[in-house]
């Protein structure tokens, strides 16, 4: 073919191919019906087992009581043009929503969710969600217990929309809780939408991982809990608009709850 292809000598192309004359000679021998058998057997057994090998398969036909040896199953294994598919990878179940940068203009537009870990005096772990207005930088709930649930985030929500008022929308990140089919009927009967930020993206959930670290630096730091009641008792009063996060200067340099008064003054007034 070579030969005929580059207009060279069958020597000529043996040599460059690095390949003896003598199989340009003898022709390929038509297949019995015994070697049929066995290129329909491994076909068959590569559709039933995709994931299993020429090794598994030549083990097989052994067990079946077939004289045949493993070095003739790989070969018309390999003729056949079997083989095993690459391992898929898994594709991670991700929320609905947009996704990405959002900013509120207005207080009760956008609540930021998010879990903090700890753990009592016995190294039991405590699973704390955080809530909080992002404009007003308020926290009106930090929900303490061992486990946290889908349900117990929408029991969370409902007794903060039953005081406040349902958001515009809820930012949070692609963990299992909020992803869950619990928060998404809440947010659709609650005509909140959902903000989901990047994987692997933290920074996009900023004031949340903010009132985080304060939480942690003020509260969680300064001891160990006996129980999670001790823990919850740091929880309710740090969600306490007075003894929340400092005061910041883009709320002018006020506490979080005297700036939501200011701003709900102001929206009457308009």
């Known amino acids: 073919m070579a030969g005929d292809r580059f207009g060279v000598s069958e020597r000529f192309a043996c040599r460059i191919l690095g390949q003896a004359r003598s199989t340009q000679r003898r022709a390929a021998p038509e297949p019995d019906e015994e070697e049929e058998r066995l290129r329909a057997w491994l076909r068959a057994f590569a559709t039933a087992r995709p994931r299993w090998g020429w090794r598994r398969a ?3 036909l052994v067990a ?6 493993h070095k003739r199953v790989r070969r018309v ?6 083989r095993v598919p690459h391992r898929a990878r898994k594709r991670p179940l991700r929320g609905q929503g947009v996704v990405g940068q959002f900013c509120p ?4 537009v956008l609540w ?3 879990f903090q870990f700890d753990q009592t005096a016995d190294a039991r772990t405590l699973k704390l969600l955080n809530v909080i207005d992002e404009f007003t930088r308020e926290c009106p709930a930090i929900l303490v217990r061992r486990n946290i649930d889908a349900d117990q985030v929408v ?29 998404a009927d809440w947010c659709r009967f609650s005509g909140a939408n959902t903000v989901f930020i990047d994987p692997g993206c ?11 670290g304060r939480l942690r630096d003020e509260r969680a730091n300064a001891g160990r809990y006996g129980r999670p009641a001790a823990a919850l008792r740091v929880g309710s009063a740090a969600s306490v608009p007075r003894c929340g996060p400092a005061p910041t200067g883009s709320s002018g340099s006020c506490l979080a709850f005297v700036f939501a008064t200011r701003c ?6 308009t």
């Open 264 to 269: 709900s003054r102001r929206t009457v007034a």
């Open 64 to 69: 079946e009581g077939w004289r045949v040896n």
């Open 77 to 82: 294994w390999r003729e056949e043009g079997l």
């Open 58 to 60: 030549a083990a097989g």
């Open 105 to 108: 203009i207005r207080p009760n």
């Open 112 to 114: 930021a969710l998010d």
């Open 155 to 183: 029991a969370t929500l409902d007794r903060i929309a039953a005081q406040r008022g349902a958001p515009m929308y809820l930012r949070f990140d692609h963990g299992p809780e909020f992803i869950a089919h619990a928060v």
């Open 202 to 212: 933290p920074w996009q959930n900023a004031w949340i991982e903010s009132f985080n």
